[in-house]
């Protein structure tokens, strides 16, 4: 086959995985410095802000309603292609920059009325201009991978990693982390790398984008291309983005105590001020094998399907694969990291201000929201696959209806003995029902996702992934418990081959497809 589909996908999965290991880097470092302080709690909402955009309007909405128009203009008028692209980035500078402006303002009239200071709120305002940079990364990475580049747009989370690595390592080296106000000023230099990377990470797209792609400022040639995108944006923001909205969520809920103290209409508050920063590693953990595995394969699967949109058999083959890879992959990644929930969490994150007590709280959220990272990673595909139909109003209905179920379920969840883990629950629970709810409804709609052998994929996927998850828990229980970092991380790499030899050699056994697939050795489905 020639689409491209699995070596596209393995692309980004490597250099997304390099992408993560530095973010894991980066995590391993804020937490040893930092701990579950109330800096880092107010650092991950503030980077949680500029993030939100980035996924709905960058990564999520804007990107996916752009890359089918441009996907298509390209092959048919490149003139025109590039002045819709250049009058969308331009564009986007200034609504983006407005709306930094207006954001700051609002801050600003926020932070005065508070009758004490809020470090979040001032530190979203240092890191609130990395939006729309980021949001401009986003637009050119779609831009990219129309014209068959993955690797640059991949490759650039690695510069914000850095920064933020360097940014924490001066601050510790300079100003010690051992009082409240030193941690503070740690925060506040990796809050100022941010914007930096943001600058970075925008030239480094430029500088690849040169002889791919030319921009031209021609509104009168892109009038008509840019009000379709426009309009087809406005109802993907909910359909791409529940998962960060949910998120959203979770972290406003989690950091109230940090914003507006530890009681809620005269009533003791269920979450600590540690809650925030305790959900912000814990999402980060699980958030590894989503982005490796998971957004990879959504990633290199939308343009493809923008052009197949008209094929019902070829693009129905395609999104089976997509379903099969994401399931292959994301079931056991995530069931694995629920059996070793605790061991990574201390490998990756404990030392210095990040305590045994820390690592237990990180590890029980973690267990909430690793349980369905098979279904974000589907849930990413399966919204793709509406809009490179051009149905974009079903993934907005369903979106609706799980925002809401997920507010419900994180008000409530909060105040049972979960606490915290409630909201990763919450999410997890919310986004197993929208990617079965989506599935439904694509099989209704006339898609085959039935055949080429799906069903019998999806049962030997459970069956090879609970006899891995036992194998792992069985040896895990065998080997024991250790204080020491070195005799741990050999126990958790021991799991984890074990864990990996398990399931290669039962989908070797079993001749499963999406293995070969992956390895690179017969990608045509109908083998």
């Known amino acids: 086959m020639s689409d491209k589909l699995e070596r596209n996908t393995r692309t980004v999965m490597m250099l997304t995985a390099t992408s993560r290991v530095a973010g894991l880097v980066r995590d391993a470092t804020a937490s040893r410095l930092l701990g579950t302080s109330d800096a880092m709690g107010a650092f991950w909402l503030a980077f949680l ?17 752009f890359l089918p128009t441009y996907q298509r203009l390209v092959d048919d008028n490149p003139l025109t292609a590039s002045a819709v692209a250049g009058c969308l980035l331009g564009g986007l500078v200034v609504v983006l920059s407005a709306i930094v402006v207006l954001g700051e303002a609002v801050l600003f009239l926020v932070s005065s009325s508070l009758d004490h200071t809020s470090p979040a709120i001032w530190l979203t305002m240092v890191m609130l201009p990395y939006m729309p940079l980021v949001c401009l990364v986003a637009i050119i990475g779609a831009m990219l991978h129309v ?15 850095a920064c933020l690595i360097g940014a924490a390592a001066f601050g510790w080296v300079w ?3 051992e009082t409240p106000e030193s941690r503070l000023l740690v925060v506040s230099i990796m809050a100022g790398s941010v914007i930096i990377a943001g600058c970075l990470q925008l030239t480094w797209s430029l500088i690849a984008l040169r ?10 040639a892109a009038a008509s291309p840019l009000r379709d995108i426009i309009r087809r944006a406005g109802p993907m923001i909910l359909g791409l983005g529940v998962l960060q909205i949910n998120t959203l969520f979770d972290g406003l809920i989690a950091s109230y105590p940090l914003l507006f103290g530890d ?10 001020d540690q809650a925030m920063a305790t959900i912000s590693f814990a999402q980060r953990l699980y958030q590894f094998p989503l982005g490796v595995f998971g957004i990879a394969v959504a990633t290199a699967i939308y343009p493809l399907l923008a052009k197949q949109g008209g094929d019902t058999a070829t693009f129905s083959d395609t999104v089976r694969r997509g379903i099969r890879f994401v399931l292959f992959i994301g079931l056991p990644a995530g069931i694995g990291l629920m059996v070793v929930r605790e061991p990574i969490t201390k490998i990756i994150l404990q030392g210095g201000e990040f ?6 709280r990180v590890a029980f959220v973690l267990l909430g929201y690793a349980a369905s990272v098979w279904a974000y990673a589907l849930v990413q595909v399966l919204t793709r696959a509406f809009y ?10 369903i979106a609706v209806a799980v925002v809401g179920l997920n507010v419900v379920l994180n008000v ?3 105040w049972t003995p979960l606490r915290e883990a409630g909201l990763a629950w919450s999410t997890s629970i919310c986004a197993a029902i929208q990617a079965i709810v989506m599935l439904w409804i694509l099989q209704r709609r006339g898609l085959s996702l039935r055949g080429d052998g799906v069903p019998r994929a999806v049962m030997q996927i459970v069956v090879l992934t609970a006899i891995m998850a036992l194998s792992v828990w069985a040896a895990d229980r065998m080997l024991g418990d250790s204080t020491e970092w070195w005799p741990s991380l050999i126990k958790l790499l021991v799991l984890i081959s074990i864990g990996g030899a398990v399931y290669i050699l039962g989908a070797m056994a079993m001749r499963m497809r999406e293995l070969r697939w992956i390895l690179g050795h017969g990608s045509n489905s109908a083998e």
């Open 211 to 220: 002889g791919k792609a030319h921009l031209r400022l021609d509104l009168a």
């Open 49 to 65: 802000i500029p993030n939100l955009f980035r996924r709905l309007f960058g990564e999520g909405a804007l990107s996916s309603a």
């Open 263 to 272: 009681t809620i209409a005269g009533h003791p508050y269920p979450l600590s």
């Open 412 to 414: 409530t969840l909060i």
């Open 355 to 360: 305590s045994a007590q820390d690592t237990s």
């Open 147 to 161: 014209h068959g580049r993955f690797g640059p747009t991949a490759a650039a989370p690695l510069i914000l990693n």
């Open 175 to 177: 100003f010690g982390t």
């Open 388 to 397: 490179a139909r051009d149905e974009v109003t079903t993934p907005v209905r």
